[in-house]
Nanobody, 120 residues
Framework: QVQLVESGGGLVQAGGSLRLPCAAS????????MAWYRQAPGKERELVAR???????TYPDSVKGRFTISRDNAKNTVALQMNSLKPEDTAVYYC??????????????WGQGTQVTVSS
């Protein structure tokens, strides 16, 4: 019932920037948590940014100061702004949204993933 569409991935040189937008659609009553994860080949999926209902972002040390997450509650969208990209940031990035459907059942949806490749 709830779908996520993400985009903005691509190839960029080290030091460059990318913006990853994600739009949620469907029978949504309320969105609680929004986040971005990434997964590199052979590694576990890791959280890179999350944002609460009040708009406050949380980041691990690996991306702190370089990545910024934002949300637009009226449009049910979340975006990840990535600056000063490093080769270590190369991964498939996934949008994640948790909340309630219009029938008040819980949902946790993932985007299809978008590839980010940072060349050295």
């Amino acid at each position: 019932q709830v779908q996520l569409v993400e985009s903005g991935g691509g190839l960029v040189q080290a030091g460059g920037s990318l913006r990853l937008p994600c739009a949620a659609s469907g029978s949504i009553f309320r969105i609680n948590n929004m986040a971005w994860y990434r997964q590199a080949p052979g590694k576990e999926r890791e959280l890179v940014a999350r944002i609460n209902s009040g708009g406050s972002g949380t980041y691990p040390d690996s991306v702190k100061g370089r990545f910024t997450i934002s949300r637009d509650n009226a449009k049910n969208t979340v975006a990840l702004q990535m600056n000063s990209l490093k080769p270590e940031d190369t991964a498939v990035y996934y949008c994640n949204v948790q909340g309630l459907r219009t029938d008040l059942t819980s949902f946790r949806s993932w985007g299809q993933g978008t590839q980010v490749t940072v060349s050295s």
